[in-house]
């Protein structure tokens, strides 16, 4: 019975990480408490479970080389001075993903405010949640060099309320490979 206990477990986990998009609860929230919505998602607060199943990044080492680290993970998570909560993402290369637990505590139309930055026009990304695209490709625009986090807006945004998983995904590369850099995500209820 323990065999076949453990044998479905590896199954169901297996499951999880080939298809991370539709199996929510695979990963666990950030120092155990999900984002809420309406508020701030910080990028380098992604959910806990390691790669394969809370992330997927293409290169395993984190390219930051800071010490100590933000967290330990093969995410590029950038140190900023100027970054909220002084860390974003970096070194974005299309077909990486990480996870976010949130819980949005009211359903309607949302605007995403963002900092951002990239040299020369950057890639698009998008934002599942529950599996569900709700963004469509976002493009970030050119900050003018990487040393510029300047703020943009994506508005529009429909969601459902309750606990679910919000998934980034780096979509197609801008003219120097990567997407862009993302410090966070600012979800405020614009509507029904
Ligand atoms: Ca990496
Ligand atoms: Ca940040």
Redesign the pocket.
Known sequence: MKTLVATFALAVLAGCASSASSSPGASRPFRGKPHVIPGTVEVEDFDEGGEGVAYH???????EKKHPPYRPS???LEWREAASGKYNLG?TRPGEWLLYSVDVKEAGTYRIDMHVAVKGPGGTFRLEFGGIDRTGPVKIPDTGGWENLKPFSHEGVKLAAGPQVMKLVLEAPGERGSIGDIDYFKFTRTGP
């Open positions: 990044d293409k290169e395993p080492e984190n390219l093969g995410v590029d070194w």
